[in-house]
């Protein structure tokens, strides 16, 4: 039944009872408890699906992000490590731009806290970085850390400069993102941060997304890449945001 249900990502109830004929419907829904519990499968309504399979589909999601307008990130990242003192305390937030800037930072001396455990993968390959990383639920869409737990880490925490990204920003809305836990976290660090620095490419200028976490007032540096329209960020400059 796992392999199955593994080698198809997902499979019915009435799926596997054909299949499996001599088994009851009470037998495959028990073993599919069981199965859930052993950590292989994801029970839905009327089957299961793989653990597996959406592990794989998710990473080649992050992957694919990854890869999205990399020059654009590349650009950015390069910008961004002039910002970043040495021996200061530096929160990284989630998100492939501020990976691009991990894998950009060197041997730089830094304290790193990130809710973003591909990036600290990245930043603990540097010997002068002490690296710590949010508490939190982990999210599978966003393979990063959020929630309560991610938040009360943050309390009696001095971050010197948060590294920030945003998945859209308008004058109307601010800086936005698609969720709400993902939204209070990072309201929480820019609240603690002496400087924040919003790291994001000129491709997401003028989308919306459900979430405000940010206004113009909240930043001290805007960081993007030379395709950004300058009249589409006026107004930052106007705000005080230093713009990169």
Known sequence: MLAHITGKGEASIAELSAIFPDVSTMTIRRDLEFLEASGDVIRTKGGAKSIRHLSLRHEAAYHHREAENADLKREIAEKTVKLIDDDSCVYFDAGSTTLQIAQQIGDKAIFAITNDPHLALELIKNPNCEVSMTSGKLSRRSISLSGLGAESFLAGINIGTAI?????????????????????????????????????????????????????????????????????????????????
């Open 164 to 244: 920030m990204a945003s998945s859209g920003y308008s004058p109307d809305l601010g800086f936005t993102c698609g969720t709400y836990d993902e939204a209070a976290l990072k309201r929480a660090v820019i609240a603690s941060a002496k400087r924040v620095i919003l790291v994001m490419d000129s491709t997401k200028l003028t989308h919306n997304h459900p979430f405000t976490f940010a206004k113009p007032s909240d930043i001290d540096c805007f960081v993007t890449d030379g395709q950004v329209d300058k009249s589409a960020i006026a107004h930052l400059t106007r705000a005080g945001v230093r713009l990169f």
